[in-house]
């Protein structure tokens, strides 16, 4: 029934919890799993800010690079040993919008994602990043608390 599961993470409690859930399935349907970190580029347009946006330095660019690398290393370590396919990718985007063509692109037929990331505005039940994943896939989407 899965064989391509995309697991979107963040380094949040639910992202790791998520991607345990998606590897948990990805052992029952002998799936793959892709570890997919978003390098949020929303904070480069200062939007919601009157502050212009920092300077994006080659530094900044290899620092950006290196924390994601440690959000998917995390996560990696967090899960427990097993014969599931893992890959993982960083892409630049807005999380959502990067997250949607990501499984447009790639054909996963399956997105288990945390239901709150990191970010500082929260929704009421959902983090707007999942509820905007879930209203927009072409795929099944598993929120995990």
Not at 29 to 37: D, E, I, P
Request: overall charge negative; proline content about 6%; charged content about 15%.
């Amino acid at each position: 029934m899965f064989t391509n599961i995309l697991a979107p993470v963040d380094g949040s409690q639910h992202s790791i919890r998520a991607a345990l859930t998606a590897v948990d399935i990805a052992e029952k349907y002998k799936a793959r799993v892709t570890l997919l970190h978003v390098i949020n580029v929303n904070q480069f347009t200062g939007l919601g800010s009157l502050q212009a946006p920092p300077p994006i330095t080659e530094a900044v660019v290899d620092n950006l690079q290196e924390a994601s690398n440690t959000i998917i290393d995390d996560t990696l370590k967090a899960l427990p040993p097993t014969q599931v396919e893992i890959d993982q990718l960083t892409v630049w985007g807005t999380p959502e919008k990067a997250i949607i063509s990501e499984i447009a692109s790639k054909g996963y037929d399956l997105v288990v994602m945390g239901s709150r990331g990191l970010g500082t505005i929260s929704s009421l039940f959902l983090g707007s990043v999942s509820e905007r994943v879930l209203r927009q896939s072409t795929c099944p989407v598993l929120i995990v608390k």
